[in-house]
């Protein structure tokens, strides 16, 4: 039998999704060394389009990674919503031109480009962490993970998504869920798509359909749309996800039926929206000696404004210059952290620099995901007024800027 293994280790990223792999390769630019835990065997680069708005592509660029994936993914001109009402059909048009740069990548693409720019040995698959205590010694923490081994990690950082070991360590609230599941998907078309260049949002009732083209031969779509589901087997049986979701979008304009219809069955997934309430984004305790959170673990919010996976990447940016300013402050190498108090400092201003703009935008998203939610008029009428008044400039959130590396 394999004896188990000790390690000490300085900073350590828990999760491989997209904000972890943004996370180390933000350090690593930063000449700062980490190894990111994941437990898959492999990168899970997977599970459909994801829109990234100007915001996300200036973080992206900040990685130095952006210039690839512009390369495969349409430049998106204009928002088309549409109103569904009975037989009645309402649209609007709106213009990107005053919000910046707005495309949607492949998942894989996003995934792939970011690990591909960090050092061989930085990702360790197969490694779940179970996890995660306080070193009483050395004020550090002790990490347990599956294959029975034990890391003591100087700098922990919780990339791992909605359901963290390492957020359930800093005592987090519990995410919420909405009533609304998402069914995302890809449609190929071999002779090309001929789409406008264009995100359309279509709206019935309590039921939404997004699509947008990546390339001109891709589109990726998504459905969302009050599902009762209480068996869970349903989640992983694509055929059924497909009826359910055509059932779903009966009545909508035919060419979106089509998408659905013609898709290409491997990509389809459904997820049940969860989501940290904007009250414990602003009130959270995020960070507990040299341990903090970012991504999905510290601010997951469903996908109504587009903004989870790039509010991710603006996380990482943020992180990685907190880290190596208090570094250079205090006239340490930049490439090594000393002093616990030194680093805690450094995460004292990255979660200060981040929680307003995280609140924002998951106060944005609570809003229109409750829109949803409620078949109450008198509530659609409160939350309605209350997007209104706050969220006039609807893609407000795209004209952030985390700054520079
Ligand atoms: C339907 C839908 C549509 C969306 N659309 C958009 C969009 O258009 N634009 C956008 O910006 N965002 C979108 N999002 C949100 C976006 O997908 C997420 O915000 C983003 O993927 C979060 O990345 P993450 O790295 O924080 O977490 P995750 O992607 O969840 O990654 C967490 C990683 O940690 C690993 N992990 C978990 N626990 C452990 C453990 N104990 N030990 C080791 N590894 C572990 C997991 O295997 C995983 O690889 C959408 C989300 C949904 C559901």
């Known amino acids: ?13 828990v999760g491989g999704g997209i904000c972890g ?24 680069a997977t599970g459909g389009g994801i829109g990234i708005p100007a915001n996300g592509w200036r973080a992206l660029d900040e990685l130095g990674v952006a210039s690839k994936l512009r390369l495969n ?53 197969g490694c779940q962490i179970l996890s995660v205590k306080l070193d009483t010694n050395s004020c550090f923490t002790i990490l347990h993970l599956n294959n029975g081994n034990t890391i003591r990690a100087k700098v922990l950082i919780g990339c791992d998504g909605a359901n963290s070991v390492v957020g359930d360590f800093l005592e987090l609230k519990p995410k919420k869920l909405h009533s609304s599941c998402a069914v995302r998907g890809f449609t190929y078309f071999p002779n090309g798509h001929g789409f406008a260049h264009e995100l359309v949002r279509a709206r019935r009732d309590n039921t939404l359909f997004g699509m947008a083209p990546v390339t001109d031969n891709l589109a990726c779509w998504f459905v969302v749309h009050q599902w009762h589901l209480q068996d869970s087997k349903v989640f992983k049986d694509q055929e059924i996800i497909k009826q359910m979701t055509l059932e779903s979008i009966k009545g909508f304009p035919s060419e979106k039926i089509q998408l659905v219809k013609n898709c290409d069955i491997s990509t389809l997934t459904l997820t049940h929206l969860r989501y940290r309430a904007p009250w414990d984004i602003l009130l959270g305790q995020f960070r507990r000696g040299t341990v903090t959170v970012a991504g999905d673990s510290m601010h997951v919010m469903a996908p109504f404004v587009g903004q989870g996976g790039s509010s991710g990447i603006e996380d990482a940016v943020v992180l990685a210059r907190c880290m190596t300013r208090k570094s250079i402050q205090a006239n340490n190498d930049p490439k090594e952290f000393k002093g616990q108090k030194l680093i ?4 004292d201003e990255y979660v200060k620099e981040r929680r307003m703009r995280l609140v924002k935008l998951s106060t944005q998203a609570y809003l229109i995901g409750s829109l949803l939610d409620t078949s109450s008029s008198l509530l659609k009428l409160i939350f309605f007024v209350l997007l209104g008044a706050f969220f006039r400039d609807q893609f407000g959130h795209a004209r952030y800027n985390c700054g520079h590396l």
């Open 1 to 13: 039998m394999d004896r188990a293994i000790f390690e000490d280790l300085d900073v350590v990223i």
């Open 21 to 44: 792999l943004a996370t180390a390769l933000a350090l690593h630019r930063k000449g700062m060394k980490s190894i990111v835990m994941e437990r898959s065997e492999a990168l899970r």
């Open 73 to 125: 993914a349409i430049l998106l001109e204009k928002v088309r919503d549409i109103f569904l009402n009975g037989s009645k059909r309402q649209e609007e048009l709106t213009s990107f031109s005053n919000i910046g740069e707005v495309r949607c990548v492949k998942r894989s693409d996003l995934i792939e480009a970011l690990a591909q720019d960090l050092p061989l040995g930085t990702i360790r698959f």
């Open 344 to 347: 805690e400092e450094a995460m």
